[in-house]
């Protein structure tokens, strides 16, 4: 056997795939002896007892486990087969509209966006146990130098390598074997990350009460870590909210993870389920624990872990898309608040939704009974003797921050909120000092597509930014700051300082907003008057855009149903082109407005296209909804009685339409040409990046208000009939 050193200082092994040979990226260890493994053409074989474990199709054996997923194993094997005819991608895309939940486990890496926080560098060394169908494996891959996956199922781990070989990622050792026979060197991995995977160890070991189990494999995991290296672990809070609400719980069956034990284990051993994860043995009882944050801290550091932090991922620690630190309490009783109060508008008001906000909120249960957990734990309290230390992005943000600290009151910075969307290149951590928000950070991966849009929208920024401030009131000090731009290792990351107010989007949710005649009237003013004042200045940047301006086909929608009655208009402005309230943030005492998030911004959009957006972003409804039928929403009411009814409401809107466009030299017969391309074009948009997040979802409805548009165009308020 050859063992190298890279120039890391990591050990090699070579590993013989058929006829050809591929270096181990972290040797293997015996797991009878711990003596080193030697690669033969079929086997890894101790050097020093002389055990051997098969490599099966150029994967190290060491164990496996029955059959366990999110789907069949027959659906499984089909998928496989699908994966090697046409691309792993492609045969995941097959799932998108029968199964989108398994289309996001497998597809979306951004089931991984808490790599950001992480206080490791580039050159680290990961293990991911039970990597699934690679999704995480995969993001880990394109962040860090060296990789690890373990997976104990046989299909998982043949995708999962599939996917790799497909990517081209050469950083990433595949690995059949369970969590209770991983054949690594203590002190090899600076992260090590468990993913619903901590729950389950004492389904699969008899032996050994689910606790002792429990901390024997944490043990073992820091074991693994060099000392200033963190594991993340990705778990349900067994007191979570969700609980008392039916919530199916690992048993398979609802409640069990809130009664005693002893009782959930009696209940189980009655029962008997068959759940469709694993095939759980309910003679033993109940095995699948988990616990309260205050409960997670306690075995972790009975587990020799000094550091724990928590987050609450709000849609699920399979989907941290959206993060929230649990010790800034501020952010997420905002966050809940906002949340209820967006669903009574856009759902339909339901008083069990209030009453269960407002006891969770009052009583302070809100931050205990948070339903899912990320944790970042480590060995050490602070990190030290960590040699990549300083070398973590989040830890360079932080220091670049603090030095353009104009306050000089020399508070350190942390990250608090991490926001991402669904299968999309890019996130943003708002950095906080125990006073303030400290600054905004948008990161991208340069190995991921569509990365350079943050770079772009960091010099637009710049520009804007000079342009704003030298124009007076309104305009200056109405978008943020840039403070600097970063590149490290494969992450990119644009920093600029904080918008005063609060999304407007938060106000316009409250429950008694539109009722609010004389406010909702001031702010539709205070939003026109931005938007006539920063039309000119948006104007000079037409040749900045030109090359990559929005098509002007996309003012005609793709059907044959509802053709479009009239000649589009060639007019076209720049604009902020995704001018909802959620990036206008307001200062209503100050009254000014700040707008946010200029990703979106372009030439080529129909005159009046920001208006539009921002009015249909209010939600207006004659009336406040009762709850709909789950899976409804009130988009298409809304957009009715925006648009096509008589309200004050919709006469405050035409009036402020008719300023734009007289301060701006448009016909008034022309702006309901020029609704109908805002229809069409957001359509477009949507259409054009259906993949990320909930656009897709989007696009449909917009092609659904086209089509009344077109069916009801007599109705709408813009007509020239009724203006």
């Not at 711990?34 to 474990?53: D, F, I, K, R, Y």
């Not at 891959?141 to 046989?154: G, Q």
């Not at 950083?171 to 060197?185: K, S």
């Not at 109908?676 to 949507?686: G, P």
């Amino acid at each position: 056997m050859a063992v190298d050193r890279d120039r890391a200082g990591v050990a090699t092994v070579d590993v013989r795939y058929g006829q050809g040979t591929r270096d181990l990226l972290v040797p293997h260890k015996c797991l009878r002896c711990a003596g080193p493994l030697v690669s033969l053409p079929t086997a890894m074989q101790c050097a020093a007892c002389g055990v051997e474990w098969p490599i099966r199709n150029g994967i190290p054996f060491y164990a496996t486990a029955d059959y366990f997923g999110e789907v069949s194993q027959p659906e499984m094997k089909t998928l496989i087969q699908a994966a090697l005819q046409s691309g792993w991608r492609e045969a995941i895309r097959a799932h998108k509209d029968s199964n989108p939940e398994f289309f996001c486990y497998a597809a979306d890496l951004n089931r991984a966006g808490w790599i950001s926080l992480l206080p490791i560098g580039p050159s680290s060394t990961v293990l991911d146990i039970g990597s699934g169908l690679g999704a995480l494996t995969h993001a880990l891959a394109l962040n860090y130098e060296r990789v690890v996956s373990t997976e104990p199922i046989a299909e998982r781990v043949r995708f999962t390598r599939m996917r790799m070989e497909q990517e081209g990622l050469t950083n990433v050792d595949v690995v059949q074997t369970t969590i209770d026979a991983l054949p690594f060197e203590d002190h090899t991995f600076d992260l090590i990350v468990l993913n619903g995977i901590l729950e389950w160890v004492a389904a699969w070991r008899d032996a050994g009460t689910p606790r002792n189990v429990q901390l024997d494999v944490l043990r073992r995991v820091r074991r693994l870590l060099k000392p200033g290296g963190v594991v993340v672990i990705g778990i349900e809070n067994r007191i979570g909210f969700h609980s008392f609400f039916g919530r199916v719980d690992h048993s398979g069956f609802a409640f069990t993870s809130l009664m005693p034990r002893w009782l959930a284990s009696l209940y189980m051993k009655m029962r008997q389920p068959a759940f469709h994860r694993t095939l759980l043995k309910s003679s033993l009882g109940y095995r699948t624990y988990t616990y309260s944050p205050r409960g997670y801290t306690k075995l972790l550091c009975e587990a020799g872990f000094q550091s724990v932090d928590h987050w609450w991922p709000r849609d699920g620690y399979n989907l941290p898309h959206v993060m929230y630190r649990v010790a800034d309490r501020a952010e997420i009783r905002d966050e809940a608040l906002y949340e209820c109060n967006a669903a009574n508008r856009i759902n339909g008001y339901a008083f069990r939704r209030v009453l269960k906000h407002r006891l969770l909120d009052k009583t302070g249960l809100l931050f205990a009974t948070l339903p899912d957990l990320i944790m970042l734990a480590r060995p050490s309290a602070n990190g030290s003797n960590h040699a990549d230390r300083h070398d973590s992005l989040i830890e360079t943000l932080q220091r670049v921050v603090s030095s353009h600290d104009e306050s000089g009151n020399g508070e350190p910075c942390h990250a608090s909120v991490l926001m991402g969307h669904k299968l999309r290149n890019k996130s943003i951590i708002k950095l906080t000092t125990p006073s303030r928000m400290a600054a905004i950070c948008k990161v991208a991966n340069v190995r991921l597509p569509r990365a350079e849009a943050v770079e772009h929208g960091y010099h637009l920024l710049q520009r804007l930014h000079g342009l704003f401030e030298t124009a007076g009131a309104p305009l200056a000090g109405s978008i943020p700051a840039p403070v600097t731009f970063i590149k490290h290792g494969p992450l990119i990351a644009s920093v600029e300082t904080p918008a005063a107010g609060v999304p407007l989007s938060r106000a316009s949710m409250e429950p008694d907003y539109l009722a609010d005649r004389r406010r909702v009237t001031r702010q539709l003013e205070m939003v026109a008057a931005w938007l006539i004042e920063a039309q000119p200045t948006l104007a000079s940047l037409q040749s900045d855009f030109a090359p990559r301006a929005i098509p002007f086909e996309w003012r005609t929608m793709p059907t044959t149903s509802a053709q479009r009655f009239a000649i589009p208009d060639r007019s076209a402005w720049v604009q902020h082109g995704d001018f909802f309230p959620t990036n206008v943030m307001l200062d209503e005492r100050a009254g000014r407005l700040c707008v946010i998030d200029w990703d979106s911004c372009n030439a080529g959009y129909p005159p009046l296209f920001d208006w539009f957006c921002f009015v249909a972003g209010l939600y207006y409804t004659h009336k406040r909804v009762r709850r709909l039928p789950k899976g409804q929403t009130i988009d298409a009411l809304s957009f009715e009685q925006t648009f096509f009814d008589t309200s004050w409401f919709a006469e405050k809107i035409v009036e402020m339409t008719l300023l734009l466009a007289a301060s701006t030299a448009l016909q008034r017969d022309r702006i309901i040409d020029y609704f109908a391309d805002y229809l069409a074009v957001r359509y477009h948009q949507f259409d054009h990046d259906r993949d990320s997040g909930s656009k897709e979802r989007w696009g449909r409805l917009f092609k659904e208000f086209h089509a009344f548009f077109v069916e009801n165009q007599g109705r709408c308020i813009f007509h020239p009939g009724r203006i």
